[in-house]
Each structure stands twice: as C-alpha cells, then as structure tokens.
C-alpha cells in the first residue's frame, strides 16, 4: 500500500496544533490572498512562517490555499506571493485558476502547485494537463464515482498525486463553484466571502398571493431545501485507497479546534487500521460515535457510488453527540488537572476524554476549585480556568466534552 496522507484543516494556530497533535501528515491554512475562506480565517505571512516551524518540527506538511480565482490586477501581486511562500518553506500551494498556476510557477518555480477542486478536474486528460503544467498533485472534483477515480488513476502520470474529500460540509454546486450568494446578497462564495445562503429556509410565494408562503418541502423544523447533506467516508476508506487516492483530505477551514480534533483523530485511527485489514463492525460503530459527536448535517457518502447515498433523513438541522467542555492546558501535582474552560461543568458531571488514538474514555468530575484553590460546585464562564481531579493520563491538548444524547 502505498503512503497515504490524512490532511486536515485549519482556520487558526488553535486549530493547526490540534490538527497535528491528533494525527494529520499535513494541515491546510489560507493565507493573506486569495483564499476561499472568511477573512478571519486566512493567516498573516508572520502566522504562516510560525505555522510551517511547528508543522516541520514535527515532520509533517503545510498546505495554503491560494484557490480563488484572480482578476487582472492581482496577478502581479500573486508571483510576489509565491515567492513569499516558497520562502517560508510552504510544502505547496493549493490554486484553482489555469493563470494563477502559470504566474506561480513562473515567479517560484520551487514552490510545489497542488489543482483545487475548485478546478473541477473529472478526467484524465485534465489531469495529465495539470501535470504537464508542473502540479504535482490534483485534487479531485468531489462529483467523481470511485470507477472514475479508478479509470483516471490508471491513464495518468505515475508521478501524479491524487487528493479527494472525504469528510466534511459539501456545497450545492459543482465541487463549490456556487454563485447563489453572490446573487442574493452580493458577497461570492468564488471570492472567499460565502454566506452559505444554501442553508437559509425557503418557501413559495405566488405572484397573485403577495406575503402568503407556501412550503416547499417542510416538517416540523422548517424547509431546507437546498441544504446538502455532510460527507462522512469513514465506512468505505479503504475503496478510495484502493482507487488510486493517496491523500484524505478533510473539509472544515471555519470548523472548531474541538471539531478538527474529534474529526482527525477518527480518521487517523481509521487509516492506520487500513493495513490490518477489513475493519469489523464493532470498530467502524465506534468511530462513527466519534464523528456524531460533532456538529454535522445528516451524513452521506458524496458521488463515490453515484447516486448519493444517505446515512439518515436529512431535515437540514445540524446535530451533535457531545459538547466542548474545555481542553487540559496543564498536569498539576497530586493527580490534579488545570482545564480552560468552553462550555459549562459541573461537579458530577460524566466527561469524556478526547486523546489522541483513544475512543471515549470517561470519569466524573470531582474536585473542582478555581485556580487558587477556592471550592466551585460548577465553572460556567467559557475561558475561565480551573482545576479538578483527573486521571493520569490526561495530558495538556486533550478535551474534555459531555454526552448529550445516545
């Protein structure tokens, strides 16, 4: 089997060091230009140089997103870009655009080009041109059935790397290339600045009924009838292997630090236990428990097997297992722990811990004082600190959460 890479994302340093510390080869970050992400999830060059040291201390890889697509203005600015990449020690930039590559690799011809899915590359010979022009990896459009993956592997340059999604939010366009919230509220999805307006509720008004709505689709939540269903690969990983794909790529730039863990780690578990064998189905249930423990959609299997297979109803409401309760930052003397605090605790309360290559270990919490000492019966100021008995072997970077269904 050959090297297969878990690439997780993040939207923050919070977010990078929890994707690392719970088992992903490589993080992708947006940086200063031209990425599909909120401004407040884009790093500074500064953040950027301080991401790629932790990544590189640790032997893994960054990724930076440059995959909007360019005006004419903003070409020349971009060869500067790369160049500031390239020097930083950037293992690659993720583009979309045909130009955006050619400038790149004109002004840093070091710097490694990998083809966003927002290129919507489904075929061989795109894929053989992308090459041609000097990527070293394409990352598939997320329409594509394995068969396709397979077929395209296989009349393809060796040297060429193959990247698709397998977990995580999908869009209702092709592989994202979406302008409804462009037209309805002028802010483009294409330029990094998505209002997910396919997740508002609609209804029907007819032109003689001015102000009487008529559902669409409705239950007792309302009618979402452009919401997409979340992408959840955990059950057939190893088919996507088995097609040619060599890096798991995670969607979630926006997503929590407790998400990117819970997330991670599943699948870092999943994708070493690939060399082993089958997975039986005690171990798969159970890492599905880890993905329902965070916010998520209904799940489904994407295009893999063409028409989209869904894992539950979808009602366009999200759902989740567990609450953040807080993250360990420190080991205190006598067995006790310090926790930053997220979402309220009490004495108790049954928490689980979230470790890296553990499922659900859990204890109660006892001895909760402030950090000074003073008795609490709860702690419910996110960010507050505070310390507990713990067991041993809880370490500063794991979480804590509370079971809130199943």
Known sequence: MPS????????????????????????????????????????????????????????????????????????????????????????????????????MRRAAPGLPIHVSTQANCMNCAAATAWYDMGASRVVLAREMTLAQIRQLRERTPAGLELEAFVHGAMCMAWSGRCMISAYLTGRSANRGACTQSCRWRYALMEEKRPGEYFPVEEDERGTTILSAYDLNCMGFLDQIADAGVTSFKIEGRMKSPYYVATVTNAYRLRLDGLKKGPIDGKTLALLQRELDAVSHRAYASGFYFGEMKHHAPDDGVYRQDCTFVGTVVARLDGGRTRVELRNRIEQGDLVEILA?????????????????????????????????????????????????AG
Request: charged residues 20%; aromatic residues 6%; glycine residues 10%.
């Open 4 to 103: 297969l890479e878990l690439l997780a994302p993040a939207g923050d340093m919070e977010c990078l060091r929890a994707a690392l510390r719970f088992g992903a080869d490589a993080v992708y970050v947006g940086g200063p230009m031209l990425q599909l992400r909120a401004a407040n999830a884009g790093f500074s060059m500064d953040a950027l140089a301080q991401a790629a040291k932790e990544t590189h201390a640790l032997g893994r890889r960054l990724y930076v997103t440059v995959n909007a697509f360019p005006t004419n203005d903003e070409l020349e600015a971009l060869g500067d870009y790369a160049q500031g990449l390239f020097a930083l020690g950037i293992d690659a930039a993720i583009v979309a655009d045909m130009g955006a590559v050619a400038v």
């Open 356 to 404: 890296p290559g553990s499922l659900g270990q859990s204890f109660v919490v006892e001895g909760l004082t402030s950090p000074t000492g003073a008795p609490l019966t709860r702690v419910v100021e996110p960010m507050t600190l505070f310390d507990m008995d713990a067991p041993e072997d809880l370490q500063p970077g794991d979480m804590l959460r509370r079971r809130v």
